[in-house]
């Protein structure tokens, strides 16, 4: 080193040696963890997953879709698929609950015409399904899929309709069974419980058979003909024939009457009902001494009863919401997709997956804050049992002091309820009222002989109501001088429904082809429709019905709107309370839109609108072609 050099330089020479080491080894060694620093920008959030996945749109594959859109895109089709409705309202299918067994109350030969019609009006079907008359009015139609061993599709609906109050008569804008059809409505009785589903789903089904749709996976169709009353004689018979041709879970998924779909907080849902509560028939039985009204007691058993009653409405059954619930379901998909939902409830929503407080909080919302419609009713009924006093009778005579005096409470059981816990709860509530009345207490005696009756004539496949005649008398012998309170069940109870799986490829195939119906019916494609033929395969007419001026038509959806799919609960129950054996996978859902639906079920002016009818046809014949070509067990 050059002599010459200042002192600091040398000594810097003398020191590189060591630091040029140190100079690689930061090179290729990582480096340290930083210290963090305090900050008040934000951290990025983790992503949190979907409350409510969606499934994806669901586009059939098959090359016969064109060819389908296009006949259900006709002109003329709406007022063909109309003209079916209308003529399947003019057959009455009334039932009433006093109907004796099939084969001993002529009553039910109604049914015969109801059938003649569907073999005229569908050919197609009755020339390529097979079908079976199951205790003489049940249907059963089987197209048989080429691949026997995939489990089949069944689609159900109920032939009975509800009966017209003869009262009412002069209130119906149109005559109850006169199928009118104004341009916009199909008017009558059954228009949309439940002939609208049925008669839909036969014409979707003809036409793929007049197009010449065969299915992989065969297909069911089952037709009940007493849901509106025990629906014993028909789906509970349809269900035992079909358990033993195919056994246990032996369907791949059954899909009933249900919910619809509509706007909720400014956001469109579909809601197929997962579950479905529970029922028992409750009567309230006061036993009293008899006598002349002239020297009556301060209170005779009618005055008892409604006593009785009094207490019984002001104790209502509590309400709670539980994550189990479907409507928790409903409520995270709200909280996902709906922007409108106040900030408060949204936040409710999140919070209560972990907190119970917070769910406690989120249910006192849903019952005093949500707003009502058909998906979300309010009052408690989808978090509850609901009890409603149906029925009351007593007396013979107005000179006569009445015996015995009841009353029919209806309950709705919740889907975290059991028959048992609300039998429970009448004991508690009741028994010091009876007390207070001097009254003896009993509460659904068991070993009775009328409940050996009423278990006699289930297993026998005997309507109910000759059950309940029988109970009531023997009630009457009770009386011997001393008063009562006795409280029975009317029919053996129906427990709450086991949930729908709401994951997995057969919630994926119906969420997504109810996406694939709202879709299309905006406008938007899904597949290139060919050219209006000349006709319409499927729909057989003879008399086509002219259209007049009718009312507006209801407005159909936004442009840009998209449906949503969110697993719902149902307050009341179908003939789907007889399958369950038959599969884990059954739906209570039809393509209807409320709006469609004129003044309800049940009711005077029931109507269908043709353009909601025309929208279900295309979700069943969507359906077939998306479930033949799922890849599902």
């Not at 004796?100 to 003649?116: I, L, N, S, T, Y």
């Not at 039809?590 to 046809?617: K, L």
Request: aromatic content about 8%; overall charge negative; proline content about 9%.
């Amino acid at each position: 080193m050059d002599s010459t050099l200042p002192h600091r330089h040398r000594l810097l020479w003398h020191y590189i040696p060591l630091i040029i080491p140190v100079l690689i080894l930061t090179l290729i060694l990582p480096l340290p963890l930083p210290i963090p620093l305090r900050t008040s920008l934000p951290l990025p959030s983790p992503v949190q997953p979907p409350r409510c996945p969606q499934p994806p749109l669901l586009k059939p594959h098959n090359p016969l879709l064109p060819q389908l859109l296009s006949s259900l895109s006709h002109p003329t089709f709406p007022t063909l698929a109309a003209h079916q409705l209308s003529q399947s309202v003019r057959i009455p299918t009334e039932t009433w609950d006093d109907f004796g067994p099939v084969g001993e109350d002529d009553r039910w030969d109604k049914f015969g015409a109801f059938h003649d019609w569907l073999e005229g009006a569908f050919p197609a079907i009755h020339e390529t399904l097979r079908k079976e008359r199951v205790n003489t009015w049940g249907l059963v139609y089987t197209w048989q899929g080429y691949e026997p061993e995939l489990k089949p599709l069944m689609l159900a609906a109920h032939q009975d309709v509800v009966p017209v109050d003869q009262d009412t008569l002069d209130q119906w804008t149109h005559p109850p069974f006169s199928g009118h059809y104004d341009g916009t409505w199909i008017w009558g009785r059954g228009s949309c419980d439940d002939k609208a589903g049925l008669v839909g789903i036969m014409i979707a089904l003809e036409l793929l058979v007049q197009h010449g749709f065969r299915p992989r996976r065969t297909i069911l169709l089952a037709f009940g003909f007493n849901e509106e009353s025990s629906s014993f004689e028909g789906a509970g018979q349809i269900s035992s024939f079909l358990y033993d041709r195919y056994g246990q879970n032996g369907i791949c998924a059954i899909l009933d009457e249900g919910a619809g779909y509509q706007s909720l907080l400014g956001t469109m849902y579909a809601t197929p009902a997962v579950g479905e509560k529970g029922y028992l028939d409750v009567q309230l039985s006061v036993l009293a001494q008899g006598g002349h009204s002239s020297t009556p007691p301060k209170h005779t058993a009618i005055g008892i009863l409604a006593s009785i009653i009094t207490v019984l409405e002001t104790n209502p059954p509590e309400a709670k919401l539980t994550r189990t619930n479907p409507l928790y379901q409903t409520l995270r998909c709200v909280a996902e997709y709906s922007p409108s939902l106040p900030a408060g409830a949204k936040r409710l929503i999140e919070s209560s997956e972990h907190s119970d407080s917070a769910l406690s909080q989120l249910g006192n919302w849903v019952l005093h804050a949500l707003p009502s419609n058909a998906l979300l009713p309010t009052g408690g009924a989808l978090m509850s049992t609901t009890q409603a006093v149906d029925v009351v009778r007593g007396g013979v005579k107005a000179n006569v002091l009445p015996e015995r005096a009841w009353a029919l409470v209806n309950h709705r059981i919740g889907v975290d309820e059991s028959s048992e816990r609300v039998k429970a709860r009448l004991r508690e509530l009741l028994a010091p009222e009876a007390s207070s009345w001097n009254l003896s207490f009993e509460a659904f005696p068991e070993a009775s002989s009328a409940s050996s009756a009423s278990a006699s004539a289930s297993a026998s496949g005997q309507e109910e109501s000759g059950a309940v005649r029988q109970r009531q008398g023997e009630a009457s012998v009770a009386v011997a001088g001393k008063g009562k309170l006795v409280l029975s069940t009317m029919f053996d109870p129906l427990e709450p429904a086991p949930f729908t799986p709401t994951e997995g490829g057969v919630w994926d195939v119906l969420g997504g082809t109810i996406r694939a119906v709202f879709s299309h019916n905006q406008g938007l494609p899904l597949g290139s429709v060919s050219s209006a033929q000349e006709g319409i395969a499927g729909v057989q007419h003879q008399h086509p019905v002219q259209a007049e001026a009718g009312a507006p038509v209801p407005p159909a959806p936004a442009p840009d709107e998209e449906i949503h799919i969110a697993p719902a609960l149902m307050t009341g129950n179908t003939d789907t309370a007889h399958y369950w054996p038959l599969t884990p996978h059954i739906f209570r859902y039809a393509h209807f839109r409320p709006e469609g639906i004129r003044n309800g079920y049940h009711t005077v002016d029931e109507a269908m609108s043709v353009q909601n009818f025309v929208a279900g046809i295309e979700f069943w014949v969507l359906l077939v072609l998306n479930f033949d070509e799922a890849g599902l067990e």
